[in-house]
């Protein structure tokens, strides 16, 4: 027996379903419904309707039609697996459509349809089409077959096309929304949409300008892929299969610019925080929770760990992260209203200890070279314009240096785009030549501090001790 409409009836009276519920309409389109929007924007659409039926999810992907044809086999529904102390699963039914990349026409209509309120979207940074300035790339491929006319391959031309149907209609726009990690995501896309529709009509263009919001968002919630695992205590607590099941962490959060509009209200009503200043959440969580998670992944990984809850079982790195959180990180944030920095950090620490959410440490360790400016280097930054030497943040950056070293040192290799120039640099074992070489290089601190040599020698400190392994010196 498999999960469906007809047999929802028969899940186990402990599991929450959307059976006896107002069968939903349509009121947003979905692009890329993957693990992450499943468990994330969806859960928070489920629980809206339980109240309005009219916010049904039309789930669309431009690419495969696997997820789609899955979906669609079950008639939308799934269970979402919560892993936490107390663990819970809930069978999800906010999708009612399910459109794969042939379903050209079926799209088209939707977006034209006045009831669609909201089109959101998980399609990764790089189905934006942007170039590294974050402006539209209009030499990419996809932006370019589109702009020739046909059935459109981007999410970019798809968005403009839907909008050019309303405007066509008299009717009024619908609010896109990217739901990917992508910082001003709202900002940039707008733009984009704009910049697109220039190239082919400028009264589109300024209509879109004028008239079309795009709030920018920041999502959150741990959401590991989906294993045999997974899917076998599905099946053993629901009674049948469940062929594509997802699963994240208790916690959630969906920040919203706040645009105005009916959608956003009907959001903020099922938890979804709607505020004025995205970009401070957005730097709260860089620096809070993927500064430590960084820091976790580089330091465990020296001292042994795997996961990020092994390596907070580590006492010592436990205190260590924490301290680097309260004296160096929280001093460099803003007041958010809304949100209480101290109880942020104390959530996100427990979020860390969860043992049923297995976050391993190698793939966090992954494009350092990337990651670390944001993460931990605008940290850094803050503190020395304050005339704060952040001794937490410091040595951070000094386990980022030793991880290098040993890595290259003991071939175990580096995921980094920039790995062979790291792999180089590292090999000269030296912690204090390293860094050096780091500096030269443009990476490991800002521009700005490449010439404090209070903060380089100190971060050459912290590497030569986590790289002879004197722990005692690194944590003091």
């Not at 860390?352 to 993460?375: C, E, M, T, W």
Request: contains cysteine; charged residues 20%; proline residues 5%.
């Amino acid at each position: 027996m498999r999960l469906s409409r007809t047999t929802l009836a028969s899940i186990p009276a402990g599991i929450a379903t959307p059976l006896g519920r107002a069968e939903p309409a349509i009121g947003i389109v979905h692009f890329g419904p993957g693990a992450f929007h499943r468990a994330h924007q969806a859960s928070y659409i489920d629980d809206l309707l339980a109240r309005d039926s009219r916010w049904g999810i039309a789930a669309a992907s431009l690419r495969s039609a696997g997820t789609i044809e899955a979906l669609a086999a079950q008639d939308g529904l799934y269970t979402l697996a919560v892993r936490d102390a107390t663990p819970t699963m809930r069978v999800i039914g906010a999708h009612k459509r399910f459109l794969g990349p042939g379903d050209h026409r079926a799209l088209a209509g939707l977006l034209a349809d006045p009831a669609v309120q909201l089109v959101t979207m998980t399609v990764t940074e790089k189905g934006y089409c942007l170039r590294a300035d974050g402006t539209l790339d209009l030499t990419h491929p996809d932006i370019a077959h589109d702009l020739a006319g046909g059935v459109p391959r981007s999410i970019v031309g798809w968005l403009v096309a839907g909008l050019s149907a309303r405007r066509a209609a008299g009717a009024p726009p619908f609010m896109p929304m990217p739901c990917d990690n992508l910082a001003n995501n709202g900002t940039k896309l707008h733009a984009a949409l704009v910049a697109f529709a220039a190239e082919r009509d400028a009264d589109l263009a300024a209509w879109i300008a004028a008239g079309v919001r795009v709030p920018c968002t920041m999502v959150d919630s741990i959401t590991p892929a989906t294993d045999a695992a997974l899917i076998a205590d599905t099946t053993a607590a629901l009674g049948m299969e469940d062929a594509i099941p997802v699963q994240r962490e208790a916690f959630r959060q969906w920040v919203i610019e706040d645009v105005g509009g009916e959608a956003l209200a009907a959001l903020a009503s099922v938890g979804a925080t709607v505020t004025n200043d995205v970009a401070g959440y957005e730097r709260a969580k860089l620096r809070i929770l993927n500064g430590s998670h960084s820091t976790l992944a580089y330091l465990g990984l020296l001292r042994g760990a795997t996961d990020v809850a092994g390596a907070m079982a580590d006492a010592e790195l436990a205190d260590f992260v924490a301290r680097m959180i309260r004296q160096d990180i929280v001093p460099t944030l803003p007041d958010l209203p809304g949100l209480d920095l101290g109880q942020y950090a104390e959530a996100i620490l427990a979020r860390f200890r969860n043992p049923a959410i297995v976050h391993r440490l190698d793939q966090i360790a992954q494009d350092g070279s990337q990651k670390l400016p944001y993460r931990l280097g605008d940290t850094l930054a803050a503190n020395r314009a304050a005339g704060r030497m952040p001794d937490h943040a410091v040595r951070a950056l000094g386990g980022w240096v030793a991880f290098l070293i040993a890595r290259a040192n003991t071939d175990t290799g580096v995921i980094d785009p920039a790995a062979e120039r790291l792999r180089a640099i590292a090999a000269a074992r030296d912690p204090y030549a390293v860094v050096d070489g780091l500096v030269a290089a443009g990476f490991l601190v800002p521009a700005a501090l490449s010439g404090d040599r209070a903060v380089l020698s100190a971060i050459g400190d912290a590497a030569s001790a986590a790289s002879e392994n004197r722990w005692t010196d690194f944590f003091a």
